[in-house]
């Protein structure tokens, strides 16, 4: 599962978490975001 | 039956999704993984001259960019007038004139308007004038069988958004549950001849 997360949480997400990302939104306002997890639930595959 | 194509249809996204979304998709975002996992084998492993740690290689981790995920949100005009950059908080005033503070979004929660405030904060680029906005990420995993009978199933990772309200998150028509990852599953079998090959020892059972 740790091993998933590696590849999953890449270097791209990383760079977005550490230095955030400029995106356009849908209403037109140009926003520096800031992505932070607020929540992680799961049930981890049988060990 | 007509009817239950052309749901079929708008569900899997023709004409309404945007093909690249789709896993199918020769030009999609999905990508397919090996994943490596470190095993260990009662050797030491500290010196350059050491042996490498073994690896225990799990194909078929099909898996999306979190950043496109986000992006790919953001920029959605139908899930725009959901979406709440900005926090806030709710009260709700008693006839006897008590106020109770109202918890329900996690866009109103103090860990949220905390953390607005912690970006709002942070010293500005220079010459940058961009507003800031905090993405709440929730992320959530767990198996799914996908029939009745049988032992068809999935480990997906899904993404939510707190910025969206918990009764569009809720809703399966809205779209707002993103799939990130579906996670490969290995028989404990063939799990300890594969470890048993690389360390010549036996994985512990599970």
């Known amino acids: 599962m740790h091993a998933v997360w590696n590849v999953i949480l890449d270097d791209d997400f990383m ?11 849908a209403d037109g306002i140009t926003r520096h975001v800031y992505p932070q997890i607020f929540t992680y639930s799961a049930d981890y595959p049988e060990k | 039956m007509t009817r239950e194509t052309a749901l079929l249809d708008r569900t899997i996204g023709i004409n309404t999704t945007p093909s690249h979304l789709l896993p199918t998709h020769p030009g999609s975002t999905w990508q397919e993984t090996v994943v490596r996992i470190p095993v260990p084998d009662h050797q030491k492993h500290h010196r350059p001259m050491d042996a490498p ?26 899930a725009a007038p959901d979406y709440h950059h900005l926090p806030f908080r709710q009260f709700w005033k008693r006839k006897s004139g008590a106020v109770e503070s109202v918890c329900d979004e996690l866009y109103s929660s103090e860990a949220f308007i905390q953390e607005h405030e912690v970006i709002q904060n942070l010293p500005p680029e220079p010459g940058c004038t961009l507003e ?13 069988h996908l029939a009745s009978f049988g032992m068809a199933s999935l480990w997906p990772i899904y993404l939510l958004f707190g910025n969206q309200s918990k009764y569009s998150r809720s809703n399966a028509t809205r779209r707002t549950c993103h799939h990130v990852a579906y996670i490969p599953k290995v028989s404990f079998c063939i799990f300890s001849l594969q470890v048993f090959n690389l360390t010549s020892y036996m994985p512990s059972a599970p």
Do not use: N
Not at chain 2, 132 to 144: E, F, G, I, K
């Open chain 2, 132 to 144: 800031r906005s905090v993405c709440a990420l929730m992320l959530w995993s767990d198996s799914t």
């Open chain 2, 53 to 78: 740690i073994p690896h225990l290689e799990v194909p078929g981790l099909h898996h999306r960019s979190v950043t496109e995920i986000i992006k790919a949100t953001l920029t959605d005009q139908t």
């Open chain 1, 15 to 25: 760079h977005a978490y550490e230095h955030v990302i400029i995106i356009e939104c």
